[in-house]
């Protein structure tokens, strides 16, 4: 396995579910990140770990939950979310202290119904 | 601050040429360009770090501004595999987060 990878690539829910995402990096990175991408929205920058700490918290709603029990694996819990959270979800990894350079997985896309 | 890109979409036909831009208000370290077909992750093509580099990758090369603190994507001789979504992403040379562009549309026609 290399690269970035995510799990279920794709998800639906409803709104008094509880799911969790999972991404996974096989680069050897030391930062993890998840993004949200709406339909005609850009890329919206959620929550940053470098070295399993958070670090940014981009004024996300409390009903998503990140979780980095090591520098390989991320998770983002979801509870009680809300149909206009249906998107795709996107993770990233980087190497703090290189050229920052992010690589993506495939994501997964989510509906809330 | 949010990186500005110009244009928001263009149409090509197979074999024409095209240009991408992207700037920032902010004194920039580095900017990196990606691609995203739909369905489909965004692709990292290639960054920039200060010092007014440009840099190529088959027909597609960048030239980077840093007084102007712009970045330029070029593609020359567009091929249909080149249609997507181009995002410009910046870093500041204060070290701030990585920040993506609203992208641009590129449709190639046969």
């Known amino acids: 396995e290399t690269g970035v990878t995510q799990t279920p690539r794709h998800l639906v829910m409803g709104m008094t579910n509880k799911k969790s995402l999972k991404c996974e990096q096989h680069l050897g990175h030391n930062a993890m990140y998840w993004y949200k991408q709406s339909a005609k929205k850009p890329l919206e920058l959620m929550f940053v770990y470098n070295f399993k700490e958070q670090t940014e918290n981009n004024s996300v709603p409390s009903r998503f939950s990140p979780e980095c029990p090591n520098s390989s694996h991320l998770f983002l819990h979801l509870h009680t979310l809300q149909p206009e959270d249906s998107a795709l979800y996107l993770c990233a990894s980087s190497q703090v202290g290189d050229t920052d350079t992010q690589y993506f997985g495939p994501g997964t896309r989510l509906t809330v119904l | 601050q949010q990186p500005v890109q110009s244009p928001q979409a263009v149409i090509l036909r197979e074999g024409e040429d095209a240009v991408i831009n992207c700037s920032s208000s902010?004194?920039?370290?580095?900017v990196h360009w990606y691609r995203q077909k739909h369905g489909e992750a965004p692709v990292f093509l290639m960054i920039?770090?200060?010092?007014?580099e440009q840099k190529g990758h088959e027909k597609i090369s960048a030239s980077f501004n840093e007084k102007k603190q712009q970045s330029s994507l070029y593609l020359t001789a567009s091929q249909l595999s080149y249609s997507g979504t181009y995002f410009c992403?910046?870093?500041?040379?204060?070290?701030?987060?990585?920040?993506f562009g609203k992208g641009t549309r590129l449709h190639i026609l046969p």
């Open positions: 902010k004194a920039l370290y580095s």
């Open positions: 920039l770090l200060k010092g007014g």
């Open positions: 992403a910046t870093v500041t040379l204060r070290g701030d987060k990585i920040i």
